[in-house]
């Protein structure tokens, strides 16, 4: 089993999670974060005062599934994602070790 953590920009949630889905995964995680990058925030204007963002707000994906599907989730996930803009954001791909669902104690891959 995997865990993908995908950061994107928040306006293309539902075309990720639609792709996601799509592929058959049912649980998904998503948390609203700030953070940056390459792309170092920008400069804005407000009440004739300039300021820096330097957090931008994105929005983290986790999901954890059968090691067979990662590959076809991240092609997924990119082709829905991407802009081809700086800041379009990044997939971390880690192992699971086990996972137990609390209800009924199911694990592994049943537990998914």
């Not at 609203?32 to 400069?43: A, I, M, P, S």
């Not at 067979?68 to 092609?75: G, H, K, M, Q």
């Not at 994602?81 to 996972?99: L, M, Q, R, W, Y």
Request: proline letters at 3%; zero cysteines; glycine letters at 10%.
């Amino acid at each position: 089993m995997k865990k993908l953590e995908i950061v994107i920009k928040p306006f293309k949630l539902e075309q990720v999670k639609e792709a996601l889905t799509n592929l058959g995964i049912q649980g998904i995680t998503v948390t609203e974060v700030k953070g940056f990058g390459r792309q170092k925030g920008h400069t804005e204007l407000y009440r004739g005062a300039e300021y820096t963002v330097d957090f931008l707000p994105k929005v983290k994906i986790e999901v954890v599934l059968k090691e067979d599907l990662v590959e076809s989730a991240i092609e997924k996930t990119i082709k829905a994602a991407s802009t081809g803009n700086i800041g379009d954001g990044k997939i971390f791909v880690t192992p699971v070790e086990e996972v137990v669902r609390i209800r009924t104690g199911e694990r592994g891959e049943e537990a998914i």
